[in-house]
């Protein structure tokens, strides 16, 4: 089964660089002091293991991050915005999701703490102290922050059951799934309706888990009898086991110790998981009217760590407190774990691959010009280019970034008009 989601992811923009002066008594211009912008707050997505499936972003599908400040007087530089940390399950692939499709895989979250920087924040500007040269001492521009990115990913998951749910054919299992989840197993009152697990997501509270209903298990399934081996495998891999037991049988504890005996000779490590015990069909007199006896007679053979709880998928009793053991469980199954997010060397962090140089450097639009060069562009928008002295500084710095070399390369005429950012010039 496969957990999928579509979140919008929205990096801050970079803070403007500023212009300004630090003004001293003896000095009118004491040198420059403008700031620099701080940079926009990434989007990152980091592997947790607590977190076991995607439904929390049905919820919450948009994730923003702060821009950065603007650079100020006396050398300040604008405060970066914060990078937005964004928990998904360990396993969780990421998509570039374009035109309802998937367009290009930007990687995998396989250890606890690895991270994907989804979303790059915008680098802040420069303040004028960047742009003093020997024929510029008084730098009178500044560069505006680069702007973030917004991007629809999807997260894909391959679920991974942290609930078994264990018990004779008939015993109710695949109704109890149906009972604690939006999963739809066939359901009949003939054994191995089930014929291959079904995966369900449990939301409960806050949380959610991922519970496994395989077919019912008989005398021998350890050796691979009704195939009970292949569907033992997958309830190796979870952490707490769910023991469904028909309560209106009345070999009740036989039943028990011959479930138990099947999954320690298949692995003993299976004995030691916490197990629920289930009786269900507590809406049947027989169980019900029987409860107190049926919990004595049960006591001795249910497992170290058990609990055990009635329920009826039929009515819904007890479910919901099924549910809350369920929770709790693995909550402690969580905590007994080291915390990986400290002790593991593995973590991996994917960066965002680095953006091709531009090829367009100019663009005739019916006769005029437009410069699209990131830095000339960002140069522009920071300043203020209505004195003549920072237009010869914007031009020089023009000629340094080679847009008046391509500017005349492509045959541009005295007298055109160039456009960048919101400014217009005629070129002379
Ligand atoms: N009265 C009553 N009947 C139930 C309850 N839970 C399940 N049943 C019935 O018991 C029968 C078996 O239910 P399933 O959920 O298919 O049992 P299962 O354990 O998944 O069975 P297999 O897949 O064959 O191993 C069905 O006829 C259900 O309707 C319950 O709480 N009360
Ligand atoms: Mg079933």
Do not use: C
């Amino acid at each position: 089964m496969i957990d999928s989601t579509v979140i919008e992811v929205r990096s801050g923009n970079g803070g403007h660089g500023m212009v300004s002066f630090i003004r001293e008594a003896l000095l009118p211009r004491g040198g420059p002091g403008g700031g620099d912008g701080g940079h926009g707050g990434n989007i990152v997505l980091v592997a947790d293991s607590s977190i076991n499936t995607l439904t929390k972003f049905h919820w919450q599908p948009h994730f923003i991050a702060r821009n950065g400040s603007n650079g100020q007087g006396h050398n300040k530089n604008g405060a970066n915005g914060e990078t937005v940390e964004v928990s998904v399950p360990v396993g969780t692939e990421v998509w570039v999701w374009e035109d309802s499709k998937d367009k290009e895989l930007i990687g995998e979250l396989i250890h606890e703490g690895d991270q994907i920087i989804v979303a790059q924040g915008g680098r802040g500007g420069w303040g004028n102290a960047h742009f003093v040269s020997a024929t510029h001492q008084e730098p009178l521009l500044a560069e505006a922050g680069a702007d973030g990115e917004v991007r629809r990913i999807r997260l894909n998951l391959k679920l991974l059951a942290d609930i078994g749910l264990i018990g004779m054919p008939n015993a109710g299992k695949s109704s109890i799934l149906t009972a604690i989840s939006a999963a739809r197993p066939k359901i009949a009152d003939y054994p191995f309706t089930t014929i291959e697990p079904v995966l369900g997501v449990v939301n409960y509270r806050h949380k959610s888990f991922v519970a496994v209903d395989i077919p019912g298990l008989i005398k021998g399934a350890h050796q691979g009898v009704g195939l009970g081996d292949e569907f033992l495998k997958h309830i190796q891999r979870t952490r707490v086991l769910v023991h469904v037991v028909d309560g209106s049988e009345n070999n009740i504890v036989e039943r028990i110790i011959s479930i138990n005996d099947e999954i320690s000779r298949f692995d003993a490590e299976l004995s030691k998981k916490p197990q629920i015990l289930v009786i269900n069909k507590f809406d049947l007199d027989e169980v019900s009217v029987l409860a107190s006896e049926i919990t004595e007679s049960v006591e001795s053979v249910k497992g170290l760590h058990s609990k055990i709880i009635f329920v009826s998928a039929a009515t819904y009793a007890g479910i919901d407190e099924l549910k809350h053991a369920m929770s709790d469980y693995l909550e402690q199954k969580h905590q007994e774990k080291p915390a990986f997010a400290v002790l593991n060397n593995d973590a991996v962090i994917i960066k965002p691959k680095v953006k091709k140089p531009e090829k367009i450097i100019v663009r005739n639009q019916n006769g005029s010009w437009r410069i699209v060069h990131q830095k000339a562009v960002r140069l522009a928008r920071g300043s203020n280019l209505e004195t003549w002295e920072a237009r010869i500084q914007f031009q020089h710095r023009l000629e340094q970034l080679k847009v008046t070399k391509a500017l005349r390369d492509a045959g541009i005429e005295i007298g055109d008009t160039v456009m960048v950012g919101d400014w217009e010039f005629n070129w002379d």
